[in-house]
């Protein structure tokens, strides 16, 4: 039963997050910049991969990069090429011990994965060595980077699987780390080393089956409570406080004191102010909270209890494509460990089932947890070796709380479906109007980085940027606001990413409608630019991040005007792209709007069709970009066509029957000389479709005046190949009785077969140009097999070569 109800509400919360559509916004980005060659600078070495450790160094201007087997130094303003290289590779005896114990041989070698800053020269590298961790110190000698050689164990520091998530920071020479503490990953440690050493306890109510994904420190200043630096830990794990079928996977995070020195004798060696809460980060309307962190960045203030950490939170559930980033504020987490409530385990009589309460006892003094302030300093606690064994204990039996760090104004900051996203960073912008906004950079799992902003409670993508070529994780992702980059790291290489780029934006309506607070318009030079660049005089610049209001935008900004020469009978291609991905094109054809769904005209993308172009069609055709932005429509003009009609020689003998000249790569141009040499040449916004083209197009008729003799003879080899078929199918009595009852001999047939070689002998110019009349073209496709003649015996319809098919008797009686 049971099991039944467990599952019973899994498919009804499955089925209440499908439908609902409004809750989860789609949050499309309104820009797309799709990958190009060159567009940003890329850092590759060859035979070398797995870039998946950055660190930047701003004093020195480098960005060091960890990879499989290798280390580099980039330039931090150009990583295009680097400045100094190292390897540490795995020693063949280790990499054959690794296969030996069943681990795939390309996970056998040094994975780079813990790289940390020690002082200005010193750095601290581990790597995962065919799965046994081992760590060194690095150093810069004039400019090169060198290993010293002094190899340390990497255990607890460094995991063993290159694939496994990790987490750690340096702090005062000592580093934190969190990962597994064995070869078979099932012990999970948060550890302390290169000083005093300390760990947690091993046991599922510390730690159970944690992932961790991210590790920081927070110094506190003079005169702040508490008095001691705090590092926080987050990860995701399976709750041991909730009963499901479906082991429940939560986000948490978890906190431990710099000054920790273990107990006296409860918890020696081990963390005594190790506490534990749930990160809860909701989806408002379904009252649902996503359960799985992946990523978390601290953004820096100078007051530390304002900093506030942004996280990137997925279901558990792959079915549930949905990512979500939520804010926290320091100052609530920090309420919640100095004052929320310990969750205690229950065993329930005659079971073996635990159960997690709300810990109803008294609470010692000092706070189980906390770490030593000025109050505890004032009661003789001077450090947690003096701490009594009874709050000692309670730590260790009660290290979880029951309250639960909700998000800032417990909604997410951005909803994105059919995304999921890997890396965060965030910036702190200073826009126009003084005002701050944080703009997230969001690296995907399909190798995109999404810049985003949450604006007063709206979701907004200002654009999406594609890295790779093809598609692949973003691995790592620092941001350094000094220079105004974002350096991602990936499977197969390193890229560098400007924060800003302004210059992408057309006119003033395409940059007041990004809402980018790195950008403003400067009405003088009619261009976008960094706000940087300018100044506060609305004079001058012009930029609306809140509201996206682009009505003090130039209504007369206007496209590019282009003349062409058409043809009458072609299908022409007008080509208009709007100017974001939440603009729609609106059409006006001398001055009133086009309608785009008839026989006339089609409406796509990126333009719109005009089949069987003629006189009637002439004239201007204005395409404009219309974007709605809070209730307000904006629109500007992309660019104008001017279309006429050219009347030539090929033309005058066709009378007014529409024809169609077929554009390829070895006529286009040797045709458009031909017919209008006085044209514009081709633009890239406008063509004359081929046949493959203009599959949705009405049935033309094909021409080319230099064939002209191949034509005939093609022509008479198609009416001969016609007559004998014919004389075939009478003499075998093979005709459908229609044209059995219109042909009663021989000789009306040999009669009808001389006017039909008439009929194609007579005119030589109307053979070249192969016009069909359009009664023709709507009567053959009625019947494949119906032959109707004229009194004067003209052929009233064309045959093609799969009209000309034998029948077989018994299948036509039947």
């Given at each position: ?19 609902a559509e409004t809750s989860f916004q789609s949050c499309i980005p309104r820009k797309t910049v799709a990958f190009q060659n060159g567009i940003n600078r890329v850092f590759a070495e060859p035979g070398i991969f797995n870039y998946s450790v ?389 690296g995907t799992d399909d190798g995109y980085i999404h810049k985003a902003v949450n604006y007063q409670g709206e979701m907004f993508i200002i654009q999406e940027v594609q890295l790779f070529m093809s598609p692949q994780r973003v691995e790592s ?224 008729t094909q021409t080319n005046p230099k064939i002209e003799v191949t034509l005939i003879i093609l022509v008479a080899a198609f009416a001969a190949l016609l007559a004998s078929i014919l004389l075939w199918n009478l003499y075998k009595r093979h ?80």
């Amino acid at each position: 039963m049971q099991k039944a109800s467990a599952i019973t509400l899994l498919f009804v919360f499955c089925g209440l997050f499908e439908n609902a559509e409004t809750s989860f916004q789609s949050c499309i980005p309104r820009k797309t910049v799709a990958f190009q060659n060159g567009i940003n600078r890329v850092f590759a070495e060859p035979g070398i991969f797995n870039y998946s450790v950055l660190l930047i160094n701003e004093e020195t201007d480098s960005l060091f990069v960890g990879a499989r087997g290798a280390i580099f130094a980039l330039e931090l303003n150009d990583i295009s090429k680097a400045v100094s290289y190292t390897y540490w590779s795995s020693p063949e005896s280790a990499q054959l011990h690794c296969a030996r114990r069943g681990k795939d041989k390309s996970d056998c070698q040094n994975y780079i994965r813990v790289f940390h800053k020690i002082n200005s020269t010193t750095y601290y590298v581990c790597g995962t060595n065919a799965f046994q961790p081992a760590c060194d110190y690095m150093v810069i000698v004039d400019g090169q980077i060198q290993l010293l050689g002094r190899r340390e164990e990497g255990k607890g520091k460094c995991p063993y699987d290159p694939a496994e998530r990790y987490a750690s920071v340096m702090a005062g020479g000592e580093l934190y780390s969190a990962t597994s503490f064995d070869f078979q990953g099932s012990e999970p440690v948060v550890l302390r080393s290169l000083g005093n050493g300390l760990r947690t306890e091993y046991t599922a109510s510390w730690l159970n089956e944690p992932t961790f994904v991210h590790a920081d420190i927070i110094e506190e200043r003079e005169n702040s409570l508490g008095g001691d630096d705090q590092i926080y830990v987050f990860f995701s794990e399976k709750a041991v406080e909730f009963d499901f079928y479906d082991k429940l996977i939560v986000p948490r995070i978890a906190r431990v004191c710099k000054g920790d020195r273990g107990g006296m004798r409860t918890l020696q060696k081990k963390w005594t102010s190790f506490l534990k809460a749930r990160l809860s980060c909701l989806e408002p309307s379904l009252n649902l909270e996503f359960n799985v962190v992946q990523d978390i960045f601290l953004l820096k203030t100078t007051d530390w209890r304002e900093r506030i950490f942004y996280g990137i939170f997925t279901f558990q559930w792959e079915t549930l494509d949905t990512s979500a980033v939520c804010a926290f504020n320091l100052s609530h987490v920090e309420d919640v460990f100095s004052s929320g409530s310990f969750k205690a385990p229950v065993t329930l009589e005659q079971s073996l089932l635990v159960k997690w309460v709300i810990y109803t006892g008294d609470v010692p003094f000092p706070r189980p947890g906390a770490c030593i302030g000025n109050k505890e300093k004032e009661h003789g606690y001077t450090t947690s070796l003096d701490l009594p064994d009874k709050t000692l204990q309670m730590v260790k039996d009660h290290p979880l709380i029951d309250s639960a760090v909700k998000a800032i104004d417990n909604l997410p900051k951005l909803l994105k479906r059919g995304s999921k996203y890997t890396r965060i960073a965030v910036d702190r912008v200073v826009a126009l109007d003084h005002r701050l906004h944080d703009v997230m950079f969001l690296g995907t799992d399909d190798g995109y980085i999404h810049k985003a902003v949450n604006y007063q409670g709206e979701m907004f993508i200002i654009q999406e940027v594609q890295l790779f070529m093809s598609p692949q994780r973003v691995e790592s992702l620092q941001l350094s606001s000094l220079k105004g980059y974002l350096y991602v790291g990936s499977a197969s290489q390193v890229v560098q990413v400007p924060v800003s780029d302004c210059g992408r934006y057309r006119n003033c309506l395409d940059c007041v409608l990004a809402r980018d607070p790195y950008c403003i318009w400067a009405r003088i030079q009619q261009e976008c630019v960094n706000v940087s660049e300018g100044t506060a005089d609305p004079q001058k610049y012009l930029q609306s991040i809140p509201d996206g209001d682009a009505s003090e935008c130039p209504t007369d900004e206007n496209g590019n005007t282009e003349s062409y020469i058409i043809i009458p009978g072609n299908t022409i291609q007008l080509k208009c792209t709007p100017l974001s991905n939440l603009a729609n094109t609106k059409w006006l054809f001398n001055g009133s709007l086009l309608h785009l769904i008839d026989s006339k005209h089609l409406l796509y993308d990126n333009g719109i069709l005009i089949f069987n172009f003629a006189v009637q069609d002439t004239g201007y055709y204005d395409c404009y970009s219309v974007e709605r932005v809070n209730g307000k429509e904006f629109q500007s003009v992309l660019v104008s066509y001017v279309l006429y009609p050219q009347q030539s020689e090929v033309t005058k003998h066709l009378d007014t029957t529409p024809f169609q000249i077929v554009l390829t790569e070895t006529n286009k141009d040797e045709l458009t000389t031909a017919f209008h040499p006085t044209a514009v040449p081709m633009s890239p916004n406008i063509d004359v479709l081929n046949p493959e083209e203009a599959s949705v197009c009405p049935p033309q008729t094909q021409t080319n005046p230099k064939i002209e003799v191949t034509l005939i003879i093609l022509v008479a080899a198609f009416a001969a190949l016609l007559a004998s078929i014919l004389l075939w199918n009478l003499y075998k009595r093979h005709l459908p009785c229609g044209c059995r009852s219109k042909i009663n001999d021989l000789g009306h047939f040999q009669e009808m077969r001389q006017n039909t070689r008439t009929l194609h002998q007579d005119n030589h110019t109307m053979i070249s140009n192969t016009v069909v009349p359009e009664t023709l073209s709507r009567s053959s496709s009625n019947s494949n097999r119906n032959i109707d003649f004229q009194e004067n015996g003209n052929i009233e319809t064309s045959l093609t070569l799969l009209d000309l098919k034998f029948i077989d008797d018994d299948e036509y009686d039947a």
